[in-house]
């Protein structure tokens, strides 16, 4: 019997085009492991279940009639809650918007809705993306599936366990500074960070619009590349989007390792990180190098300065973006209000987290008259400098190999009250974004208490073939 919820994207729609399985008996299938196991793991925000069953009828209406059908058709997407979907829940994990619903689609939906994708859910995200371990949610924190005593990872820790869960073959998130690949890292599955530029942000609701971008999680790099390739390219409503067009999902079985010049930051091998981590990482290396990869170490002078000017850069972003969440014209809205500076005030201040507050506070204050020269502005130096490292790397390697995180999963609750701890997990993934270059995180295995590993690669601007070729690669080779 055709098992649905272990299916990969290709099995999905062979199956049904082949009639072994309907659209609906898909969804049926993954429906029924959501309600048993997401009231414990707490991945979804909202279930698109009137949404999903249209588009399965309609599928399965069209290959009873022997019509034409999309790439995708019959497989389930989740979404992350920051992303639009037309007339359904668009929370960013906040109460501000707690019952606001989109207007319109993001392109990436438009994109994947003509190829015959189905939307089974919105998944659970720190608020407003800011956060790593997703329990900065206004709807509640997001269990690992792995083991539910630990965090998921954040933002995007509802995308990465609804995929881990096996709640749906693949799922969307967003990556500002590791949100993608740090909550995949510590779930065991696929996440990338495309290029910036690579994927609309067109209906993604900003964070910070010069790092924001969306990206795929899955359970192995060909399912990745396959979404990616749809997601992908030009979009004349983004003027960040880069008129590029991807087919890497035709290239993958193509990939040479042999000659390939794989570059190992020692800054990022060095103090801080995980023992287990370091080494199941670096085995991975020796395994490549055996195979006919050429490795060489990496100076990075400016990667120690990462944390401090993204946590300038971001929160500066953040601070503009997020006052348009004022309650005049859409979302949540205090009551009791005098005048329009109390209706602000009050509503912001109810209506927002803690953290949000936080980075809100701090954006404003490093814009502020005085303090811009010495805070954005340098920090604006810094990420050219941090860029310059890159490129110069990448003159001599083809990508950059890392680990993902500096640590497996930890307990919920073990950092909530300790934000630069917590700021810290995304010590390794923070640059990429800086830079604007591409990574992706993959599973290479699980520490002494069965929590997943996850290895970062990383390529050049628009070199997303590199880093899936070289991840399908080590899928075979592992």
């Known amino acids: 019997m055709f098992k649905v919820s272990k299916a990969t994207v290709l099995e999905i729609t062979q199956a049904i085009k082949n009639r072994e399985v309907t659209a609906e008996g898909v969804l049926d299938g993954f429906y029924e ?78 994109r994947l809705a003509a190829e015959d994708a189905i939307f089974i859910g919105k998944t659970n995200m720190d608020e407003f993306a800011m956060g790593s371990s997703c329990e900065t949610s206004y709807f509640g924190p997001t269990k690992n599936p792995v083991n539910l005593e630990y965090i998921p990872g954040g933002s995007s820790g509802g995308s990465a366990a609804a995929v881990a869960a096996d709640f749906a073959p693949v799922a969307l998130g967003s990556d500002t500074g590791g949100s993608i690949r740090q909550p995949a890292a510590l779930c065991g599955v696929y996440g990338l960070k495309p290029t910036y530029g690579a994927v609309s942000r067109y209906g993604l609701t900003a964070f910070a619009s010069s790092l924001d971008q969306i990206g795929p999680f899955a ?189 497996t999963a930890f307990k919920l609750g073990e950092k909530t009250g300790a934000p630069l701890a917590m700021y810290l997990s995304d010590i390794y993934t923070i640059s990429i974004n800086l830079a604007g270059i591409p990574a992706l995180s993959m599973p290479i295995g699980n520490d002494s208490k069965n929590l997943p590993i996850g290895m970062q690669i990383i390529a050049p601007h628009f070199q997303e073939s590199r880093i899936l070729g070289l991840a399908s690669f080590m899928e075979r080779m592992l």
Do not use: W
């Open 219 to 407: 359970k192995s790099a060909a399912d990745t590349a396959f979404i990616f390739d749809i997601i992908s390219g030009h979009d004349i409503k983004d003027s960040t989007s880069a008129e590029l067009d991807f087919n890497i999902s035709s290239e993958l079985e193509n990939f040479n390792i042999k000659g390939l010049k794989i570059g190992l930051p020692t800054k990022f091998f060095g103090e801080g990180l995980n023992r287990e981590v370091k080494n199941t990482v670096l085995a991975k290396i020796e395994e490549l190098k055996n195979k006919g990869a050429e490795i060489k170490e990496l100076e990075m002078p400016h990667a120690d300065y990462a944390i401090a000017a993204y946590y300038i850069l971001a929160p500066s972003e953040a601070s503009s973006n997020l006052s348009r969440f004022d309650g005049v014209k859409y979302g949540f809205r205090a009551e009791n209000i005098k005048n329009l500076m109390e209706e602000y005030t009050k509503t912001r201040a109810e209506g927002f987290g803690d953290e949000v507050k936080r980075r809100i506070m701090i954006g404003t204050y490093a814009l502020s008259s005085g303090y811009y020269d010495a805070y954005y502005l340098k920090a604006q130096k810094m990420r050219t400098l941090i860029k310059e490292d890159y490129d110069k790397a990448f003159e001599a390697v083809d990508v950059i190999i890392t680990p993902t995180t500096p640590d």
């Open 33 to 110: 492991n959501i309600a048993l196991k997401d009231k414990e793991i707490n991945a979804f925000i909202a279930i698109t279940k009137d949404l999903a069953y249209q588009k399965a009828k309609e599928i399965d209406l069209k290959i009873t009639n022997g019509e034409k059908v999309g790439k995708l058709a019959g497989v389930p997407i989740a979404i992350k809650d920051n992303i639009n979907i037309l007339d359904e829940r668009m929370t960013c994990g906040s109460k501000i918007l707690a019952d606001f619903k989109s207007p319109y689609n993001a392109t990436v939906i438009e």
